[in-house]
């Protein structure tokens, strides 16, 4: 009872103090106030064309330790009001929200924004605008900015200029705007249900199992209908995610929700009244530990397919020139142990630190994946440069002049050149990993950073573990060859996979910096088309199969399934006769909307196949590596 008069207590407060802070700003002119959260308008494209769209971005940036507030704030705050000021022809959408946080602040539920964040509005323009009329838009904007001792109401007029114009959008505006719109939450293809129960009240929601969450939220945007501050219990039942908290209030009929998933992913939610089936197994919450089993199962596939690799054309010249240099090295079985240790630390220390790059960049909210650095022109221009470098090394043009001396890398060996080519092999390995490795490194997606960690670190160690074998296993160090000539001739001929590599780097950075590219890219298969949400909801509507892929120029098997599988014309005649609707996901320079539907399949790179089969609830993830009569059975050829 004492801490419910606490809590009245301290509510009337905050009631008292917003009062007094509306009637201040009501009588202060706008021009002598400034705010607590800095509001801009800005315009994807400053000249939108007369009977199109484009989309408002409202940036609201909050002083430390301040906050803004979502559609529906909670048991305390309110979301933002904007009063237009519009041309005529010109009508603006409702803002579309970001996926807030929850913060409890003297036992009340706040819905809030504690970082600088975007509302989104889309802009019609009426066909019977005139090109080059003024559509200069302005309104007054009022919402509440909080901290935890106070709330101010707070308003601001905001304004953006805009010409009637060709709709074109600048390259930056796009990459800003997508960034924007990938952390808004993606709408669910299917109606929930929700029913009251005593004072429990119990939603549905239709997720498929394959679909990664973690430290789950519901937000209900519909008001009287839950205890916002009461616990949620999350559970899955089959396809369903079983939600249970306490209820207060009446509402009735359809309500509109968000379910937060976890790393700033959510799903907009309809739910209409109707039976909830049964809690199932529940879904721990952030403070319940982990998954060992798959944790365990996570780590043993990251050691497996870094393994695996050594078997790429990137990393297997490498790998043999660094065996042989122990060959050469004579029998000094310390020199060896010393060598292979140094050789793992680097592969393992390098894959660590791409992880803990790779987890601060999504933790910061950028939706990112593993072979991110691929993604950006200049880390693939050095990356050709060094693979270069090597092939020309290899080849006996040079000695390579780094990474601790010219010939000591691969031949001379020690502790410094086992240690920079056990880091070589990690970084150059990044574009094979996906393949190989989708669902270990999916893992990440769902476990603590300390859990992710050393998944990553499997992956370098799988990679050093048969260099680790030969320098620890003298059996294995006595089967290698004898030193002699041929080392020469073996040597110049591991310059052949590692100038395929840089071929393959070189085609890539042509393709980036191709302005056109990425337009073209996403025809890879005869009559596909590019993916987007919107794109595949629209396809599914059809009642046809839909296949959906998602692929990057740097990623081997993705483009060797495409020459293998996919574009092949036996299968692409099958798909033409059954109707197949194909859309392809290009990640080769990063799409956050392509980031985070990766990350809804628990993958956090490519390739991903989904086959989407009529009617079906959910798709179907089909292996990675893929054959032409597994289409063509899918398709029902």
């Not at 509510?11 to 400034?34: C, F, I, N």
């Not at 009637?164 to 709408?187: C, H, I, T």
């Not at 393949?435 to 160690?461: D, E, H, K």
């Not at 060859?481 to 591991?494: I, L, N, S, T, V």
Request: charged residues 15%.
């Amino acid at each position: 009872m004492e801490r419910r008069q606490d809590g009245f207590v301290t509510m009337a407060w905050r009631g008292a103090l917003a009062l007094l802070a509306l009637a201040v700003v009501a009588w202060t002119p706008a021009a002598a106030r400034s705010t607590h959260i800095t509001p801009k308008l800005v315009a994807e494209s400053a000249a939108p064309a007369p009977g199109g769209t484009t989309t408002l971005a409202l940036t609201m940036v909050p002083e430390k330790t301040w906050h803004g507030y979502w559609s529906n704030g909670g048991d305390a705050g309110f979301g933002l009001q904007v009063e237009w000021n519009a041309p005529e022809g010109v009508t603006v959408e409702p803002f579309r929200y970001p996926v807030p946080d929850a913060l409890i602040l003297f036992g009340m539920m706040n819905h809030v924004y504690e970082h600088p964040y975007a509302l989104l509005a889309d802009v019609r323009i009426d066909k019977s605008v005139a090109p080059g009329t003024d559509l200069t838009l302005s309104g007054v904007a009022n919402w509440l900015a909080c901290t935890d001792k106070v709330c101010v109401p707070e308003k601001a007029v905001i304004s953006v200029a805009l010409k009637a114009g060709d709709g074109k959008v600048a390259a930056s505006d796009r990459e800003r705007f997508d960034a924007w719109r990938a952390l808004l939450p993606q709408p669910l293809d299917r109606h929930g249900t929700w029913e009251p129960r005593g004072d429990t009240v119990r939603f549905a929601i239709p997720l498929p199992a394959s679909t990664a969450i973690d430290a789950p939220h519901l937000f209900v945007e519909t008001r009287n209908l839950v205890d916002y501050a009461a616990t949620q219990n999350f559970s899955r039942n089959g396809n369903h995610i079983i939600v249970e908290t306490r209820t207060k209030g009446d509402a009735a009929g359809t309500i509109t929700a968000l379910l937060k998933l976890g790393s700033g992913r959510g799903l907009s939610l309809q739910l209409d009244p109707g039976a909830v089936p049964a809690a199932g197994k529940a879904i721990a919450g952030p403070s319940s530990g982990i998954d060992m089993a798959l944790f365990w199962t996570a780590l043993g596939g990251a050691i497996l397919g870094g393994l695996i690799l050594n078997l790429m054309p990137c990393v297997f010249p490498i790998l043999s020139l660094k065996a042989l240099s122990l060959a050469r090295s004579g029998g000094d079985v310390r020199a060896a142990k010393v060598e292979a240790l140094a050789y793992t630390a680097g592969a393992a220390l390098t894959a660590l630190l791409l992880g803990a790059i790779l987890l601060g960049l999504r933790a910061a909210g950028e939706q990112v994946g593993w072979a991110f650095q691929l993604q950006h022109p200049l880390s693939v221009f050095l990356l050709l440069l060094l693979a270069i470098a090597i092939t020309l090394n290899l080849a006996g043009v040079y000695e390579l002049p780094s990474f601790g001396g010219g010939q000591r890398l691969a031949d001379r060996g020690g502790a410094a050149g086992g240690f920079w080519t056990g880091a070589l092999a990690a970084f150059v390995a990044t574009p094979c990993s996906g393949p190989l490795l989708g669902a270990a490194l999916g893992a990440t997606l769902v476990l603590p950073a300390w859990a992710a960690l050393p998944i990553f670190g499997g992956l370098g160690f799988g990679i050093a573990l048969p260099f680790l074998a030969i320098g620890f296993v003298p059996a294995l160090r006595n089967r290698l060859p004898k030193p002699g000539p041929w080392m020469a001739r073996f040597r110049k001929w591991m310059a052949v996979p590692m100038a395929l590599t840089a071929l393959a780097l070189a085609v890539l950075l042509w393709r980036q910096i191709d302005s056109g590219w990425q337009d073209r890219g996403a025809q890879t298969a005869a009559s596909a088309n590019s993916f987007s949400p919107a794109a595949l909801v629209k396809a599914r509507a059809t009642g046809k199969p839909v296949f959906v892929y998602f692929t990057a120029d740097w990623c081997l098997s993705c483009k060797a399934n495409e020459a293998g599988a996919i574009n092949r014309e036996a299968v692409q005649d099958v798909f033409k006769d059954k109707g197949v609707v194909t859309l392809v996901g290009d990640w080769t320079n990063g799409d956050p909307v392509i980031t985070r539907t990766l990350a809804e399949h628990g993958r956090n790179s490519v390739p991903l196949y989904l086959w989407y089969a009529p009617g079906a609830a959910k798709p179907e993830i089909l292996p990675q590596i893929l054959t032409p009569g597994l289409l063509t059975d899918k398709a029902g050829g």
